[in-house]
C-alpha cells in the first residue's frame, strides 16, 4: 500500500488540493474556487467531490493507494477547533468548523487537521524537508505578510487558544511603520515582499536617488524580484534594501531565539529566492544581536519545500502529526 | 509519609536551602556561603553536608519524611546537561556538572535537577502557585535584570540546547539603551528595576524636574522602591515612570503572546509589588499592542510565589517534574 496523504491550502479566491506522497511529492493536482459569496455549504460540497474525484483519479494509475487523511491550510485556521475564524480575506462570515463538516463526508479517514498556512509549512518542512529530525526550530514565511510556525520538543505550539505563532507581529520599532494588521512597527512591515519595496523607496527618498534602477518603477510596480534583479547589477539602492532588511530579520530572529533557543530558523518564500542577498547580512545580524549563551549556534536556512507546492505539501504534513498523536 | 522536595537556590556570595512541601512552604531553610574562590569540590561537599543537616533536622521534628530529590536554580544553568556554564557573577570558571556531583553524595534520591531561577520561578508558579493546570503560560521575574520562563502545553521551554526563555533580552528599542549583557536596547534595560530608575532619570533630564521628589537621589541612590512610595505621593515624574515602564513591558508581553499565545503572563520581583501602577498600564499596552485575535484573552497575573522564599520554592518545584517525566 502507497501512503498518501491530502493537502488543501485555501487562499482568498483559489483553493488547491494535491495528493502527496510520504516523500512530499505532490502525485496529483487540482483547483476549485474558494466561493466570494460565502457559501460555506455548497464550498464543503464542491471541495469534497472535488478530494473524492482526485482520490479516484490517482487511485485509476495505482489501485494500491492508502489515504491517511486530509491536512488543512487556511488563514487564521484554529487548530484545536478545527475552525476558520473571522479570516480577512476569506468571504466566510464568522467561525466555520471545516473540519468537522469534512468529516461527515470522510468517516473512513484517520485525520482530517486544520492550521493556518505558515504553521502547515513549518510542519511540511519537519515532515517532508529540511527539519528533518529536529526537536526545536522556527518556520518563516516571507511573503505579502510575515507568517511563522513555532516547534517545540517535536511539536507544533499551537498555544493557549491555537493561534499561536505570529511572529510577523512583533514589534521591531515602535510606533513605526504601519502594518497591514493595524498596529505599527511591525517586523511584518519591514521584512515582508511589500516591508522591502517601502525601504526601497525611503532610500530613494533619503539619497534622492534618481540614478538607482528601482527610481523608474512606481510604487504599485516595484516588488521584491525587481529589487533581487537591482542588486545583482550593483545597483546600491537595491544592495542597501537587502542590507537593512536582513538587519532587521536578524534583530527579530535574535528576538525569537532568546524566546525559544531553537536548533534552526528556516526562511520560505520569495524574497529568499535572492540568496545570499538576504541569508548573509540577517545571519550576521542576528549573530550580532544574540547573547553570547546563543551565538554560533543556531543556523538560518532556507526552506527545502518546493514554492510551488509547498502550501499544499504543508498542509498534507498536518495528518502525520495527527497520526502520531493519536498513536501515543 | 510526608513529601518534601529539597530547593536550592545559588546566587552570587549566597547558596540558600530548603525544605519544601508539597503546598510550596518551606518548612526549613538554612544559607552557605557561595565560594568566592571557584573551588567547586569543596562547595559541593558544603552543600551536601548543609542538606543532610538539614533532612536530619526536619526528621526530628516529623520522622516520617519522604525526600524527593533536589532542584537547583542557579545562573545560567544549563537543564540538559544539569550544569552551571560559564556564569558572569559565579567565581565558578567555565562549565560546572552540580548535578553529576551531587547525585555522588544523594544516590538514594529520586531526581536530581537544575535550571536557571527564572525557569525555576515558573515550574513553582506551575506546582505550587497562580499557573496551577494552566498548560501555556509566561513567567516573567523583574529584578536586577529581567529573566523569564516559558510553559508550552504544560513543559518548561528549554530549547536545543537548554537555555531558552531570555526574554529580558528581546530588542524593545534598535540601538536603544545599554544593556547589561553588553548588547543595546534590550527590554530589560528598560523594565527591570535599574531600567526604572534610568527612565526616573531621563525624565528628570527631559523636564528639568527639580520639584520631583526623585531629584534628590543619586543616581546610585534611587531604586524602583523609592519611585513607588514617590508615585503613591502623587509625583508626576514617579508615575511616568510607571507609566512608561508599563507601556513598555506591554510592548514586550505583546511580542511574547504573538510568540506563544498563553493563557497567561506572570510578572514577580520588585517592581510588581507597586500593583496597579505597574500592572494596569502594562495590561493597557499589551492589549493595544495585540493583533484582534489574541485581544482580552491573555491575563496578566501578578506571581503567587512568597516574594523572600520563591527561588527556593520555584527551585524545588523541578523535582516534581523530573519525577512526572521519569513516570510517563
Given at each position: 500500500m502507497k501512503k498518501v496523504a491530502i493537502g488543501v491550502d485555501i487562499g482568498g479566491t483559489n483553493t488547491a488540493i494535491g495528493i502527496v506522497d510520504d516523500l512530499g511529492n505532490v502525485i496529483l493536482k487540482d483547483n476549485i474556487a474558494t466561493p466570494t459569496d460565502g457559501d460555506v455549504d455548497r464550498y464543503v460540497d464542491d471541495l469534497s467531490i472535488a478530494i473524492h474525484e482526485l482520490i479516484n483519479s490517482a487511485k485509476l494509475v495505482n489501485p494500491d493507494l492508502n489515504v491517511l487523511g486530509i491536512g488543512i491550510g487556511a488563514p487564521n485556521g484554529n487548530y484545536y477547533a478545527g475552525?476558520?475564524?473571522y479570516a480577512a480575506?476569506?468571504?466566510?462570515?464568522?467561525?466555520?468548523?471545516?473540519?468537522?463538516l469534512l468529516k461527515v463526508k470522510f468517516p473512513e479517514l484517520q485525520a482530517i487537521a486544520l492550521t493556518n498556512d505558515a504553521n502547515a509549512a513549518a510542519i511540511g518542512e519537519m515532515i517532508y524537508g529540511g527539519a528533518k529530525g529536529m526537536k526545536n526550530f522556527v518556520m518563516f514565511t516571507l511573503g505579502t505578510g510575515v507568517g511563522s510556525g513555532i516547534v517545540v520538543n517535536g511539536d507544533l505550539v499551537y498555544g493557549s487558544d491555537g493561534f499561536a505563532g505570529e511572529c510577523g507581529?512583533?514589534?521591531?520599532?515602535?510606533e513605526g511603520r504601519l502594518c497591514g494588521c493595524g498596529l505599527r512597527g511591525h517586523m511584518e512591515a519591514y521584512c515582508s515582499a511589500p516591508g522591502m519595496k517601502r525601504t526601497a523607496f525611503e532610500l530613494l527618498v533619503k539619497y534622492n536617488a534618481t540614478n538607482s534602477l528601482l527610481a523608474n518603477k512606481s510604487f504599485n510596480e516595484l516588488d521584491s524580484k525587481a529589487i533581487f534583479e537591482a542588486a545583482e547589477k550593483g545597483d546600491q539602492i537595491a544592495n542597501e534594501v537587502f542590507e537593512l532588511t536582513g538587519k532587521w530579520l536578524g534583530i527579530s530572529f535574535a528576538d525569537t531565539a532568546h524566546h525559544l533557543s531553537p536548533e534552526a530558523i528556516f526562511m520560505f518564500g520569495g524574497p529568499t529566492a535572492a540568496g545570499d542577498y538576504i541569508f548573509k547580512p540577517t545571519k550576521e545580524s542576528m549573530e550580532q544581536n544574540l547573547l553570547t549563551t546563543f551565538k554560533n549556534k543556531i543556523k538560518i536556512l532556507p526552506s527545502q519545500l518546493k514554492p510551488g507546492d509547498a502550501p499544499i505539501v504543508g498542509a498534507s504534513a498536518l495528518v502525520y502529526k495527527e497520526i502520531e498523536k493519536s498513536n501515543i
Open positions: 475552525t476558520i475564524e480575506n476569506l468571504a466566510f462570515k464568522g467561525i466555520v468548523p471545516l473540519v468537522k507581529h512583533t514589534t521591531l520599532f515602535p
